[in-house]
């Protein structure tokens, strides 16, 4: 059984840092692809960063430059740094494994960014 749990997230002041962490268990970061989303309240889920399986990541434009993805093939976790917070970060964040024949979703983390 696959499972991604998520933690990382809380308060904190526009200008701020948090790092969001996805612990993996039942399958292996570092030979699938990883995502992390995000779900604002009244909108839909966005996609926010990338790594694949191969080790390329890719960005929201929204994020770049801001939010760093990595992973941590001891821990098998996956990890999204975030700096520079600003307000419009405020979301539910999720970790995501996907591949050919699967998808599956962390329980999501709550990121609220006080301006």
């Known amino acids: 059984q696959v499972q991604l749990v998520e933690s990382g997230g809380g308060l904190v002041q526009a200008g701020g840092s948090l790092r969001l962490s996805c612990a993996v268990s039942?399958?292996?970061?570092?030979?699938?692809?990883m995502s992390w989303y995000r779900q604002a309240p009244g909108k839909q889920r966005e996609l926010v960063s990338t790594?694949?399986?191969?080790?390329?990541?890719d960005y929201a434009d929204s994020v770049k430059g801001r939010f760093t993805i990595s992973r941590d093939y001891a821990k098998n976790t996956v990890y999204l740094q975030m700096n520079s917070l600003k307000p419009e970060d405020t979301a539910v964040y999720y970790c995501?494994?996907?591949?050919?024949?699967?998808?599956?979703w962390g329980q999501g983390t709550q990121v609220t960014v006080s301006s």
């Open positions: 995501n494994m996907w591949g050919f024949s699967f998808d599956y």
């Open positions: 039942g399958r292996t970061v570092s030979n699938n692809h």
């Open positions: 790594i694949s399986s191969g080790g390329s990541t």
